[in-house]
C-alpha cells in the first residue's frame, strides 16, 4: 500500500470537522486553536457564551480553518444531549471529539463537600466522556475506514498517575482529594472506550497534560508560580504548541493507528517530583 509520507500529508487535518468541550480557554483553545489553524471546522463547547463568543472572534481571525461555538452544561446527561442535538443540527458527520472539558474543587481532607467535590467533579470529569462519546458514535462512525478512522481524544491529567493531593495548584490545607481519582477513571474510560469503538473504526486515546496555563492551575501559578516552574526539569511549563501538536498528531493519519493510548505531556516532572 503506497502512502505519501510528506509532513503535509502525515499531519494533514485540513476539512476535518472537531468538537472541542470546554473549548473557550486554557489547553481546550490549545487544542481548537492548532485545529483552526490547520484548516478544521471547529466547534468549541462551553458554558459561558460571552467567552465563547470572544474565542471564536480571535480563532476566526487566524485563517485557514473556521470556529463555531455552542453553549452547553457537560455536568449532567441532560446537558451532554443537548450539546449532542444541538451539534447534530449543524453537521452530518464528526470527524473528530475532543473530551476537554473538566473542574476541580480543593477542599480540607475532612471537609470536603459531596455534592461540589465530589458528585459534580465526576459528573464533568468521567460522565461526561462517556456520555458525549456515546452519543456521538453514530457521527464518528459515519464514512470512517482502518486507514481512516475517527478520533476521539479524552483530556486526562498527569494528577491520574499521582498520589499526591495536597499540591500547589490548591491552597494551602487543601487538598484536590476528588481530581486525581477522576482524572485515573477517565484513563481506564479511555481504553474501554477504545475497545468498544474500534470494530466501529475509531479511535480513543488520553493526552495527560502536567503543568499547563489554564483555569484550574491559575490559583497555583499566581501564588508559587516561580517555584512551580522551577521543579519543572525543562524549565518550563506547557506551551500551546505543546498541547495543540500532540492532539494534532493523533487526529492526522500520522496517528491514525493508534488506539488505548494514555500520553503524558509534562515535561518529564512527573519523574522528578524532588526537584
Known amino acids: ?33 492548532g485545529f483552526v489553524r490547520n484548516g478544521a471546522k471547529v466547534y468549541i463547547a462551553a458554558r459561558k457564551e460571552l467567552q465563547l463568543n470572544e474565542a471564536v472572534q480571535d480563532l476566526n481571525k487566524l485563517g485557514g480553518g473556521k470556529a463555531h461555538y455552542i453553549v452547553a ?12 442535538a444541538e451539534f447534530k443540527k449543524r453537521e452530518p458527520k464528526l470527524h473528530v471529539l475532543v473530551n476537554n472539558s473538566g473542574v476541580g474543587w480543593g477542599a480540607p481532607f475532612d471537609n470536603v463537600p459531596e455534592e461540589k467535590g465530589w458528585d459534580n467533579v465526576f459528573a464533568v470529569n468521567v460522565k461526561s466522556v462517556f456520555y458525549m462519546t456515546a452519543g456521538l458514535t453514530d457521527y464518528l462512525t459515519k464514512d470512517s475506514t482502518p486507514t481512516d478512522p475517527a478520533r476521539v481524544i479524552n483530556i486526562s491529567s498527569t494528577a491520574a498517575v499521582s498520589p499526591h493531593s495536597e499540591v500547589d495548584v490548591s491552597a ?16 481506564h ?20 497534560p502536567g503543568l499547563y496555563p489554564s483555569k484550574m492551575t491559575a490559583f497555583g501559578i499566581k501564588n508559587s508560580g516561580d517555584k512551580m516552574v522551577a521543579r519543572q526539569p525543562m524549565g518550563r511549563v506547557g506551551a500551546p504548541s505543546d498541547m495543540a501538536g500532540l492532539a494534532l498528531f493523533l487526529a492526522s493519519p500520522a496517528g491514525a493507528h493508534i488506539t488505548a493510548a494514555h500520553i503524558i505531556t509534562d515535561g518529564g516532572a512527573r519523574l522528578f517530583p524532588k526537584l
Request: aromatic share 4%; charged share 10%; net charge positive.
Open 73 to 84: 452544561n457537560v455536568g449532567s446527561k441532560a446537558g451532554c444531549d443537548a450539546l449532542i
Open 172 to 187: 494551602d490545607g487543601n487538598g484536590v482529594w476528588s481530581y486525581l481519582p477522576s482524572k485515573a477513571a477517565v484513563n
Open 189 to 208: 474510560l479511555t481504553s474501554q472506550l477504545a475497545v468498544k469503538l474500534a470494530p466501529n473504526f475509531i479511535t480513543v486515546n488520553a493526552i495527560l
Open 1 to 33: 500500500m503506497s502512502q505519501d509520507l510528506a509532513i503535509s500529508s502525515l499531519f494533514d487535518v485540513k476539512g476535518k470537522i472537531v468538537l472541542v468541550t470546554g473549548g473557550g480557554s486554557g489547553i481546550g483553545r490549545m487544542i481548537a486553536t
